[in-house]
């Protein structure tokens, strides 16, 4: 079946779906606190799986492969989750407090921040989490990578490289 799946064959794409989805929600919940998030990964963890059933080589059973696809997704939410949910610090209270008072400060900041949101979108996920949970959040490169589940070296080598992207994009734009 999985090899007709990978070869085209949407019924049987459907039918790997609905037989392997409890097992999914299963995992999901294992791995996530939140119901809702975990509803939310496995849903996406399937999609994932209609996507990237081609991907599947064969040098482990599926359902390794399933399980492996379903914890990366489930991390992948957890850390988007991690920075929604993240409160604001005490610096940016005040900030938001002062600029309350100052519409011109309060307009240049949004157009900040929408610029800001544009540089960070053209980076690569991983990058863009480790800028903002490290420069715009202060958290010790540690906590970051706890936080998206990577190794320290990895958190560091990422936060310099999006620092240089946005460095040299920031450059482009001021010379333009």
């Not at 509803?39 to 040098?59: M, N, T």
């Not at 157009?111 to 949101?117: A, D, V």
């Amino acid at each position: 079946m999985i090899k007709r799946a990978k070869d085209g064959d949407n019924r049987a794409l459907e039918a790997i779906c609905a037989r392997y989805a409890p097992r999914v929600e299963r995992i999901a919940r294992r791995e996530l606190a939140d119901s809702r998030d975990a509803q939310d990964a496995a849903q996406e963890s399937l999609v994932k799986l209609y996507q990237r059933i081609g991907q599947f080589r064969g040098d482990a059973q599926f359902a390794t492969w399933l399980h492996r696809l379903v914890v990366n997704t489930c991390h992948d939410t957890a850390a988007r989750e991690r920075i929604r949910r993240a409160e604001p610090l005490a610096d940016e209270l005040q900030l938001e407090h002062s600029l309350e008072n100052d519409p011109v400060r309060e307009l240049l900041a949004a157009e900040l921040r929408e610029e800001l949101s544009g540089y960070l979108s053209d980076l690569p996920t991983e990058q863009a989490q480790v800028v903002v949970l490290k420069d715009a959040l202060g958290f010790s490169f540690e906590q970051v990578a706890g936080a998206i589940r990577i190794p320290v070296g990895t958190a560091k080598c990422y936060a310099h490289r999006a620092r240089k992207r946005l460095r040299e994009r920031i450059a482009k734009e001021v010379a333009a």
